[in-house]
Each structure stands twice: as C-alpha cells, then as structure tokens.
C-alpha cells in the first residue's frame, strides 16, 4: 500500500489510537484500571420518574430521537437504544407500561428487538406486547403529533427522551410537561439543548448520552472504551497547545508534520 502525502501522519496516527484504545479496554476488563465516571443526574433521575410512574399507574414514555442509523446523527440513535435497554429491565422490574415511539422505519425493529431483549434478561416476556414498540410516522411533524397523542389519550407520568431531536424537541417536552410527566431528555444536537432545560426536569448535554449506557451498565469494557477516548481527546488537545507555541516562536515543525 503507498501512502499518498496527507494521509502518513494520519495512518500512524490511526494505528496509535487503536492501540491505545485497546490497551485500555483490556486493562479495564481485567481490572488492572478502574474508571469511574462523574455523577449524571439526569441517568440517576431515569429510576425515579419509572419508580414514579409505577406509583400512578401509568405508562412511561422512551423516544430515542428521530434519526436514522446512519449519518452522522446515527451515534445518537444507537447511543439511545443504550439506553433504551436499561429502561425495560427497570420497566419490567417495576412492572410498569413502557411506551417506545419510533420514526424511522430502520430504527423499529432495532428498538423492538432491545425492548424484547430486555423484558427477556429480566424474566418478564410475558409484559412484552406488540405495541410496546410503536412506529408513528416518518414524517417529522406527524411523529410528533402522534407523541402528543398518546401523551393526551394515555397521560404518561414519565417521557424520556434521548437522541437526536431538531425542531420536534419543545414540541413534544411541552407536550409532556402538560400531562405532569417527569422528564429526563438528552441530545447532543446543541442547538436543541436550550429547549429541553427550559421545559424538561433533568437535560443530558452533549456528550452525556454517549457516556449513557457505559454509565447505567457500569460494564468494564464499555467504561475502558469511554476512559480511552478521554485520554485521546487530552492528547489532541496537548497537541494543539504545543502547535500554537511553535508557530508563535515561528517554529513550522508540527504543520510539516501533520500535511506528511
């Protein structure tokens, strides 16, 4: 293989953060590195609006955004279903009625198979039901007048909502803070992030809901792979840091480097 200029300093690059990545995932798993992630008051919140909507009797909502599975938002909607899979084996746990809508036909079966993954690891089949996974519309505004029906008809005491939301987003926390529900949403759409902590009671930003399934699982690997990608981003970081003081002291060294 030849490497073209522009692409060797990359490929190396590539292979170091592999490595690193590695390295630390397996520590990780063996136990030889512990990673403990900063409180997120919003995944704590989750047990408490289900445990809240099991006292009244009535269904939790989950959305895991609008996008697709593929795109740049994808990480999102798979970041989602992350966390989607915690919140069946407390559903199931507390018995409560648990509500997956879903606007992108390719996420559906995904989701349903997470929900009924989950009602199986917790000895619950039996509380899954063809409808517990719901596909609304693919059609942005339909979607979310079908959310707001449900939220009408059904009165939801919980809505979670977690992925990637656009213009949607106050649409249905709006919706979910007239019925009284307790609302725990996270995006790392930023531009959406104002709505969901003007109107909802606990906001994942950013980055939050990537870490949202290592954190709610505790798994060692999941855990290794989020400490890893710290690490790699305080090491760009450095990077950048001592580029910007070569080039101040006129110092080329690392831009020749990097166009290699």
């Known amino acids: 293989m030849q490497l073209v200029p522009g692409n060797i300093f990359g490929f190396w690059a590539m292979i170091f953060v592999s490595i690193c990545i590695l390295v630390i995932v397996k520590l990780a798993k063996d136990g030889k590195f512990v990673v403990k992630l900063r409180r997120i008051a919003g995944l704590e919140a989750i047990e408490e609006a289900i445990g809240r909507a099991t006292e009244m009797g009535k269904p939790v909502h989950f959305s895991p955004g609008i996008a697709d599975v593929t795109g740049d938002t994808a990480p999102q909607t798979f970041a989602a279903l992350e966390v989607l899979s915690y919140v069946t084996g407390l559903s199931a746990k507390y018995n409560s009625e648990l509500i997956v809508t879903i606007r992108m036909p390719n996420v559906f ?149 990097l166009v290699k």
Not at 118 to 132: Q, R, V
Not at 133 to 150: M, T
Not at 215 to 220: I, M, R, T
Request: aromatic share 10%; proline share 1%.
């Open 109 to 257: 079966p995904l989701a349903q198979e997470v929900v009924r993954q989950g009602y199986m690891a917790a000895g619950k089949t039996d509380l899954f039901k063809e409808d517990t996974v719901r596909f609304l519309s693919s059609e942005q505004f339909a979607y979310i007048a079908g959310v707001l029906g449900i939220f009408a008809r059904q009165r939801v005491a919980a809505n979670l909502m977690i992925g990637a939301f656009w213009a949607e987003s106050l649409l249905m926390a709006e919706g979910g803070a007239q019925v009284g529900a307790i609302q725990v949403a996270g995006t790392a759409n930023m531009h959406q992030i104002p709505f969901f902590v003007a109107a909802c009671d606990y906001t994942l930003i950013g980055e939050e809901i990537y870490a949202g399934g290592a954190y709610l699982s505790q798994d060692k690997v999941r855990l290794g792979s989020i400490a890893s990608q710290d690490y790699i981003k305080l090491a760009l970081m450095a990077l950048m840091f001592v580029g910007a003081i070569m080039m101040t002291a006129g110092n080329d060294w690392l831009i020749v480097l």
